[in-house]
Every structure is written in structure tokens, then in C-alpha cells.
């Protein structure tokens, strides 16, 4: 009994020691079977273009802000109170044009003087004149000495010089008479009104903001490192965001003087067309030179959400999805900045039959 007791347990110890290597052994068939049964799905129809560095054009960007050709600030030139306002924000307005009017009931009475003024000159003038006459003739007969008709003429110029003064100082009185009506200094468009009826009109305190739109400027700042590369008549590209749209322009001035802060100039772009406004922002591209980069086919590019990417084909056809930075693009050619590199394929064309993870068994 004892040895057969002994003979079943050495049986049971030997198939619990090789339990495990059979265990083992049939996963290790198993795990190698499913490998063989993965299979990639095919791709086929597309075209596949090995990407190579190309010449582009090479740009600086920056970020600039629309202005008017020109900006006026419009006050008054006398106190007073104003009677009327004869324009509102919005209002396109001409050179020379009434904004408001100021009250010149004082003004009024100081032209009235000054015209009196002038004829009560007028009339000296005209008496001192005929008396010189008389004194000339006089003197003709050597009926009056030197001396006596040497200060009837005085008198005489004393009284052009009036007369004169007289004139001028009723010019004056007009011309300050005509300061009550505040005019536009330029032909545009009313952009802020700061009066009403009532309010009080003081010298240096703006009333109006007009601004010119026959014509508009960019300003941009560029890093000083870039100083000789804008030139004058340069054009630029410009994206206006409020617009959505792209505009060209050129640039006008190049300021010299760098800011000891921000270590960059201003550039002034002259642009033109519809829809611009004083203050709107803008995306502005001033051309540097020449650049190698890489240039794929727009038709390559797939934005899946937020990704954008392309599909790349490697030594074994195996198709993947591969995420790529994208920069400007050149016509149909779109600059690759991340992601790719030289001599790598992609699809091109027939993207939509491409799968991530598939084999290519055909080429176009």
C-alpha cells in the first residue's frame, strides 16, 4: 500500500511540474496564430509622390493696424456756446463743410464797430486830402512856407495809415466772426462727435474726429534684424480679419529709428478698398527672399477635427496617417513646417481611399 501510495503521488507531482509548459506551449500557438490572421486592408487608385525641397518665396509675418490717411481732430477756435450741430458720426462730409455753429452775438457788434470804424476813417482820409490840396496850392503861389505844408502832409498820411488800420482790424472783426462756424479742414468721414447744442466751445477741446478715406496705410512693426530688407515701393501682402479677405499694398515709408524697447521699426504699407476702417487689425507679409522647403500638393493634406495631417507610405506600402504642421501656401502647394521629410512618399491624390494602417498593392 505504502509504495503504491508513493507511485501516485510521484504521477501527480510529474503532470503538475509539466502543467505549465503545456499550458505555455498552447498559448505561444495561439498568440502565433492570430498573427497570421491579421490582415491590412488594401488601398488602391491613389497617386504617390515622393516629396523633395522646393524654392519658395520667403516672407516676414507680423501684425499691423489700419489707418486713415489722414486723422483730424476738430475743436473750436473761440468760446462760446453751440447753437447747432449739423453733422453726426457716420456722416461722410466735404472740405470746408459747417460741423456746428457757436453762438457770435458779441462777435456780430464788434463786426458792426469795425465797419463803422472804416467810414469814420474813410471820411478823415477824404477831408485831410482835400485840405492837402488846398495847402498844396498855397504853397504853389508861395502863399504858405515849407513848413506849414510839410504837416498838412503828415496829417494827409496820418489819415491813410487810419483808414488802413481801420480796414484791417474790420477784416480781422470778420474773420474771427467766421470762426462761430466750425468747418471740416478735410474731406471724410465723422467719426466721433463730442458737442451738442447747449454745450460750451473751448479753444484746444476736440468737438469732432474726421478721418480721410480717400485713403488708408497699414503700420507694422518688424524686428530691427529685418532693417535691410524692406525697401520703398516693396509690396506686401495684407489679410484684413474684419474683411476676411487679402488685400496687396506697398510699402510707402520705412521708419529709420528703432524702438530701444521693443527692438523693432514701423513700416507704413499703403493699401486701398472697400470696407477698411481706421484701427482694424491686419495680417501683413513683406517678402525676404528665397527659402528651401518642403511643398506638397494641397489635394494631399486631410484635416480629421482639429488634426491636419497626410497620409505616408513607407519602404513596405503600409499606409499612415501622419500629423504635419502646415504653414503658407503657394498656390495649389501648401509649405510643410513639421512633420515630413525629404524623400518621404505620400498620397497625393485619392486620399479618400486611403485607410491608416492599410497596404497599398497599386499605383496610378
Do not use: W
Request: proline share 2%; hydrophobic share 40%.
Amino acid at each position: 500500500m505504502r509504495r503504491n501510495y508513493m507511485k501516485r503521488f510521484g504521477i501527480i507531482t510529474i503532470m503538475l511540474l509539466l502543467l505549465p509548459a503545456a499550458l505555455l506551449s498552447g498559448c505561444k500557438g495561439k498568440a502565433g496564430q492570430e498573427t497570421k490572421e491579421i490582415k491590412r486592408q488594401q488601398v488602391s487608385g491613389v497617386t504617390v509622390e515622393a516629396v523633395a525641397l522646393s524654392q519658395a518665396d520667403e516672407y516676414i509675418e507680423t501684425s499691423g493696424t489700419v489707418k486713415a490717411k489722414t486723422t483730424s481732430i476738430v475743436g473750436s477756435r473761440i468760446m462760446g456756446t453751440i447753437t447747432s450741430v449739423k453733422v453726426k458720426e457716420g456722416d461722410r462730409v466735404q472740405a470746408g463743410q459747417v460741423l456746428a455753429t457757436i453762438d457770435d452775438s458779441d462777435i456780430v457788434q464788434r463786426v458792426k464797430a469795425a465797419e463803422k470804424g472804416v467810414e469814420a476813417a474813410r471820411q478823415q482820409r477824404s477831408l485831410t486830402d482835400v485840405t492837402y490840396q488846398r495847402y498844396k496850392k498855397l504853397y504853389d503861389d508861395r502863399a504858405l512856407t515849407g513848413q506849414e505844408l510839410d504837416q498838412i502832409e503828415t496829417q494827409n498820411k496820418v489819415a491813410d495809415m487810419e483808414y488802413e488800420r481801420a480796414k484791417a482790424m474790420h477784416q480781422e472783426a470778420r474773420v474771427y466772426h467766421g470762426f462761430a462756424r466750425v468747418t471740416a479742414p478735410v474731406s471724410g468721414v465723422v467719426t466721433e462727435k463730442k458737442t451738442d447744442p447747449g454745450s460750451m466751445a473751448v479753444p484746444g477741446v476736440p468737438l469732432f474726429t474726421i478721418e480721410d478715406t480717400s485713403g488708408y496705410r497699414i503700420e507694422a512693426n518688424l524686428d530691427e534684424k529685418h532693417a535691410g530688407k524692406v525697401k520703398l515701393g516693396m509690396e506686401a501682402g495684407i489679410y484684413i480679419e474684419s474683411l476676411g479677405r487679402a488685400i496687396n499694398g506697398v510699402i510707402a515709408e520705412v521708419v529709420p529709428s528703432v524702438d530701444p524697447m521693443t527692438r523693432t521699426f514701423v513700416v507704413k504699407i499703403k493699401i486701398s478698398g472697400e470696407g477698411l476702417r481706421n484701427g482694424s487689425y491686419g495680417k501683413v507679409s513683406v517678402p525676404a527672399g528665397k527659402k528651401e522647403t518642403l511643398l506638397v500638393s494641397k489635394k494631399a493634406i486631410v484635416e480629421k477635427g482639429q488634426l491636419t495631417g497626410v497620409y505616408v507610405v513607407d519602404a513596405k506600402s503600409i499606409v499612415t496617417y501622419r500629423l504635419i504642421r502646415a504653414g503658407r501656401v503657394y498656390g495649389d502647394k501648401v509649405e510643410i513646417l513639421s512633420g515630413l521629410s525629404p524623400n518621404e512618399r505620400l498620397i497625393v491624390d485619392g486620399v479618400e481611399k486611403a485607410v491608416d494602417g492599410g497596404v497599398l498593392v497599386s499605383k496610378e
